[in-house]
């Protein structure tokens, strides 16, 4: 499996950005599709996540509210809208995959439960 994530840039705060994460994989739609993010110095911190149907989805406190996941089983894509940016979401951000057997929804926030990552695009919030 094959992540290519894509869409990070500069934004102002209070803009919107959108990512995308391109997937290879034949089982595309089974896989459980994460987002995480991270700064210099600090461990890869949990955004949001959707299952393969996409009609589960969860979300980091810090942005419920403010980013949607979603995905495209037929394009093998998995998206993150982001809107009402602000500087602390500053960050790489990384998709990642879940594959069968997918982690339970306890599981979902720990970057172990992922099996695959993507290279990771930089959001940059300016104040």
């Known amino acids: 499996v094959q992540l290519q994530a894509s869409g990070g840039g500069l934004v102002q705060a209070g803009g919107s950005l959108r990512l995308s994460c391109a997937a290879s994989?034949?089982?595309?739609?089974?896989?459980?599709m994460g987002w995480f993010r991270q700064t210099p110095g600090k461990e890869h911190e949990f955004v949001a996540a959707?299952?393969?149907?996409?009609?589960?989805?969860y979300y980091a406190d810090s942005v419920k509210g403010r980013f949607t996941i979603s995905r495209d089983n037929a394009k093998a894509t998995v998206f993150l809208q982001m809107n009402t940016l602000k500087p602390e979401d500053t960050a790489v951000y990384y998709c990642?995959?879940?594959?069968?057997?997918?982690?339970?929804?306890?599981?979902?926030?720990?970057?172990?439960?992922?099996?695959?990552w993507g290279q990771g695009t930089l959001v940059t919030v300016s104040s």
């Open positions: 990642a995959a879940d594959v069968p057997p997918v982690s339970i929804v306890s599981g979902l926030t720990s970057q172990s439960a992922y099996e695959y």
């Open positions: 994989g034949r089982d595309f739609r089974r896989y459980t």
């Open positions: 959707i299952r393969w149907s996409g009609g589960s989805t």
